[in-house]
């Protein structure tokens, strides 16, 4: 069928060591998943069944690319997280299968409006305006699992201007990327090009114009962005 309006451009990650494009359909997040994390925030580090969120693909900002500092809000936080690209899906997925569904890893940041955030959590509304928004998820090229396997631990780090501010291990996943995707699973039909950005460790902060943020998961990949 012919379309109305142009259709909207796929949104495409690049691969490391590729020149073809990773396609994406989703970009499933989760909230709590580190307990010193969990902590700072006020809650609970006990493990509660994993929650879930969504940005919207074409929020993703491809590496290398700056970060314009967002509208209405005046504190917005980097979280740096374990990316996790999909080349399988399913429903009800097996944790001892889940890993089959894993078509690479990447390092991304889940930047938050932490104000609208805050109001939202009180007044008990949905949290798309401090999680959607435009540019919101700047994400490195995806690392194919053939290339450097499942990490299972590793430092997690992001620093601002040269400074640590998030320094953590992905051993202190509260919920492991098999259980995640396996949780996932029950709640959503997941499919082949969905991303999970698997939550961020302690230490997350604010960042101002001009800001250099770089962040890494070791032995996975690496990302730079200047806060516009
Ligand atoms: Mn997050």
Redesign the pocket.
């Known amino acids: 069928m012919e379309t109305i309006i142009p259709p909207p451009p796929p949104v495409l990650l690049p691969i490391s060591g590729s020149l073809v494009g990773f396609p994406v359909r989703r970009v499933y997040?989760?909230?709590?998943?580190y307990a010193a994390?969990a902590i700072e925030m006020g809650h609970d580090p006990d493990r509660e069944p994993p929650f879930f969120f969504q940005k919207n693909p074409d929020n993703l900002l491809a590496a290398g690319n700056t970060f314009p500092y967002p509208p209405l809000t005046s504190d917005v936080h980097h979280?740096v997280?374990l990316v996790v690209a999909l080349k399988r899906g399913g429903s009800d997925i097996a944790v001892d299968e889940a890993l089959d569904c894993v078509y690479g890893y990447a390092v991304g940041i889940?930047f938050?409006r932490r104000d609208l955030q805050a109001e939202a959590k009180k007044a008990g509304k949905p949290w798309a305006a401090a999680?959607a928004f435009e540019h919101s998820a700047p994400v490195s090229a995806i690392v194919p699992a053939e290339a450097i396997g499942h990490p299972v631990n590793g430092n997690i780090w992001l620093k601002v201007n040269g400074e640590t501010r998030q320094k953590g291990d992905l051993d202190q996943m509260i919920w492991k990327v098999p259980e995640i995707i396996a949780e996932l699973s029950k709640l959503f039909t997941l499919a082949p090009g969905d991303i999970i950005?698997t939550?961020?460790p302690s230490g997350?902060g604010p960042v101002v114009r001009g800001d250099e943020v770089a962040c890494g998961v070791d032995g996975v990949a690496a990302l730079a962005v200047t806060v516009l």
Not at 29 to 33: D, E, H, L, S, Y
């Open positions: 997040c989760v909230g709590r998943n994390h979280e997280e889940d938050t999680k950005m939550g961020t997350v």
